[in-house]
Each structure stands twice: as structure tokens, then as C-alpha cells.
């Protein structure tokens, strides 16, 4: 082996240089993975550049959403197009070349990034493992972040901002429910109660006691597009939604991609990042595919019964960009609406202001859909409150 043995010298080095590279942009990695990437490199050909990536990805890649920025990490970081004898040799701990800034990740620029500028951008932890935002940020930061997209944050950014969506309330409209309880208005008497009143009185009713319906928040029904295009939106909106609805009496969740994951299990976590990472065990489609018809098919076929007459609330987080059939989508949009109060569609897109649903699947969710709204940064998350009152009075 013209370089050596994997666990000393050069290579050793930039293995472990790539490793602390992935930490940086928010990748689980530690010590034994960067020791165990070192022991697969000396199983493949190193002077083949795909052999090298797949030995490097199948050890330290643990989690499906960082696919994308491990690969971007890995031409950035290993770059020598030219020799391929030379590959592993020329390796730097940084790029040797520049990538326009707008096609790579956020989190690949800052991994990219010099340490001290990485370390003034993550605040220090507290002891209670809680971030300052106070001490982090002035106000115009903050400001700044609340209007930034989704997609456009980096790493640390992100973090800062998914910590923030967890403080939003989003009260979900009340309606009157079924049960009754005794009050001081209502259209019937509490014949009980006049009894009580009247044994109290000595006979005389001094006042007639009534029952009125209560008030219920509407069961609430979340269907979150995890395809690769939402890749960014899904885990923060997850965060956001998780944290929201945690006092609702009904709440069914469900993540689509290529097909239908149940996460109502998952949202029974005290805690959201329980929530989270049950949530990533249990989606084995992140980052894939979006077949909405299909997955609505699966709603249909076997979790029907989670719409709860015709008062349920479907908030449907997507992007639109479906690759399945429209007269399949169409179909079952059409079911979904027929079986639910409303049908709102949450769409990130919608931070383009000459954006129209003129893809195919997009098409169909906004003939179906009740309304459609903005759901790509933290002001539009604090207006989805707001928004959702005004819609259900109409």
C-alpha cells in the first residue's frame, strides 16, 4: 500500500480531520467510528475515489438526513479530480478548491468554515443544557432569524431556531362537543340540579340550573412530507408541532414519503428530542421519495378510523411535489376532505412570491385544500395560530 498503514501517518490524519469535519455540521461521530472508518479504508481501494466514499459512509453515516451533507463533505474535503493515484495523498483538511456558496448546504459551509468562526457561531451550553438566546444574539438576530428560511440556516442557526419553534403556541380552535355540564346558560334543564335547588330552598327555585355543551379543542390530524426535498422543513416543523399540540386530547401524526409512517406513538414522548429520535428510528424513507396518493390510499385502507366523524383538523405539511399518479392523489385528497372539518395545506413554498401550484400534485392539493399557508420561517409559524381562528369561522 503506497500510503502506508490507515491508522498512522497521512491518511490517518485526514480520516480523523474528516471525522471532527462531520461532527461540525451536527453528524453523530466519535472516536470509535473515526477508528473504525480507519480500519475500513484498508479493505477498499483507496486510489478509487468511490470505494473510499462508500467504505467512509457505510461506518460513520448513522443517520439517513445526513446523506446529502456527508457527501458534499466528502467531495469538499478529498478533492483531487485529476490523479486518482494521487487522491488520498493530496488530502487536506480543507478544500483545495472553492464551491459557489449557493450549492452547498449551510451546514457544509460552516463545517467547511475556520474553527474559531464555527465557535463564535455555536453559543456555549449552560449546565442545564439550555441555550441563552439573550446572551447568543442582540435583537436584531433575532429578528433576522425569525424571517430567514428554513433552508438557508446553518447549522448552528438551525439549532437556535428549532429551540425557538418549540416556544410557539398554536391553540387548536375549539367547538362545542357532545357532552353537556351544568351552567348558567344552556337550552336545557339540569332536572338534577333543580331538584337540589329546589330541596335547598324549601321548595322554591330561586333559579333554574342548565346544562350547556362543552368545549373541546377539534381532534387533530398531521400528515408531515419527509421526502428530500423537505428535508430541512421536516425534523424543525416535527419539533414545532410536537411541542404545540402537547395538551390536545386527540392528536394523530403520521410522516409520508414513499410510504406512510405512524408517528402517533412517537408524539407520546415528554420530550422532543425523544420525539426526534424515535421519530428517525422509526422513518426508514427520510430524504427519499414523496408518494402522497399512495400513502393517503394506506390512511384510507388502514387508519380510517383516526378521522373522527367530520370534525377532525388535517394540517398537511408538503411541499407539493408529488411523483406519483394525480387521479391517484386526486381520488383520495377528495376522501380526506369529504372526512375531515378542514383540510389546510402547509406549504414552504409559499416563501416565493410569484410561487403558483402548477406541478401536478401540487395542482391537485390546492383544489382540494380548504387554504393554503406559509409554514418556512418562524414568523409564519407564529401567524399559523392566528390563521388557523379566522379559517374555522368560516
Known amino acids: 500500500m503506497l500510503l502506508g498503514d490507515a491508522r498512522r501517518g497521512k491518511l490517518a490524519d485526514n480520516i480523523g480531520g474528516f471525522g471532527r ?47 446529502g451533507v456527508f457527501r458534499e463533505l466528502f467531495d469538499a474535503y478529498f478533492r483531487n479530480p485529476d490523479v486518482a493515484n494521487k487522491l488520498l495523498a493530496q488530502m ?74 418549540r416556544d410557539i403556541a398554536l391553540p387548536v380552535p375549539e367547538v362545542p362537543s357532545r357532552r353537556l355540564r351544568p351552567g348558567t346558560r344552556g337550552g336545557r334543564l339540569h332536572w338534577a340540579g333543580v331538584r337540589r335547588e329546589a330541596a335547598r330552598t324549601g321548595g322554591e327555585l330561586i333559579r333554574l340550573p342548565k346544562l350547556a355543551r362543552r368545549s373541546q379543542p377539534l381532534p387533530l390530524l398531521v400528515l408531515v412530507d419527509v421526502s428530500g426535498s423537505m428535508e430541512r422543513y421536516a425534523r424543525l416543523l416535527l419539533a414545532f408541532l410536537h411541542a404545540a399540540t402537547r395538551g390536545l386530547p386527540r392528536r394523530d401524526v403520521f410522516a409520508f414519503g414513499t410510504r ?39 390512511l384510507r385502507e388502514v387508519y380510517a378510523r383516526r378521522l373522527v366523524g367530520r370534525r377532525t383538523l388535517v394540517l398537511l405539511v408538503s411541499d407539493g411535489l408529488d411523483t406519483g399518479e394525480p387521479a391517484v392523489l386526486a381520488e383520495h385528497l377528495a376522501w380526506l376532505r369529504r372526512r375531515c372539518r378542514r383540510l389546510l395545506w402547509l406549504n414552504p413554498l409559499l416563501r416565493f412570491g410569484g410561487y403558483a401550484p402548477i406541478a401536478r400534485g401540487a395542482a391537485q392539493l390546492h383544489r382540494q385544500a380548504h387554504a393554503m399557508l406559509a409554514v418556512h420561517n418562524l414568523e409564519r409559524l407564529q401567524d399559523l395560530a392566528r390563521s388557523l381562528a379566522q379559517l374555522m369561522k368560516h
Not at 26 to 41: C, F, H, S, T, V
Not at 44 to 64: K, Q, Y
Not at 265 to 289: K, S
Open 92 to 165: 487536506l483538511p480543507t478544500s483545495e478548491g472553492r464551491a459557489e456558496p449557493s450549492k452547498r448546504r449551510p451546514r457544509v459551509n460552516e463545517a467547511l468554515a475556520p474553527q474559531r468562526a464555527f465557535a463564535q457561531a455555536v453559543p456555549p451550553k449552560k449546565e442545564d443544557d439550555r441555550i441563552d438566546f439573550d446572551a447568543a444574539m442582540t435583537a436584531s438576530d433575532l429578528q433576522r432569524l425569525k424571517q430567514a428560511d428554513f433552508n438557508t440556516l446553518s447549522a448552528s442557526e438551525y439549532r437556535l431556531v428549532e429551540r425557538l419553534a
Open 260 to 298: 406512510l409512517t405512524d408517528l402517533t406513538p412517537t408524539f407520546r414522548h415528554a420530550d422532543t428530542d425523544d420525539m426526534l429520535a424515535d421519530a428517525g428510528r422509526r422513518i426508514a424513507d427520510f430524504a427519499g421519495g414523496t408518494q402522497l396518493g399512495s400513502s393517503l390510499q394506506t
Open 21 to 67: 469535519t462531520l461532527r461540525r455540521a451536527g453528524m453523530r461521530i466519535d472516536p470509535a467510528r473515526i477508528a473504525l472508518a480507519q480500519e475500513a479504508a484498508q479493505l477498499v481501494d483507496i486510489g478509487r475515489r468511490d470505494e473510499l466514499a462508500h467504505a467512509l459512509e457505510a461506518v460513520m453515516l448513522s443517520r439517513e438526513q445526513d446523506r
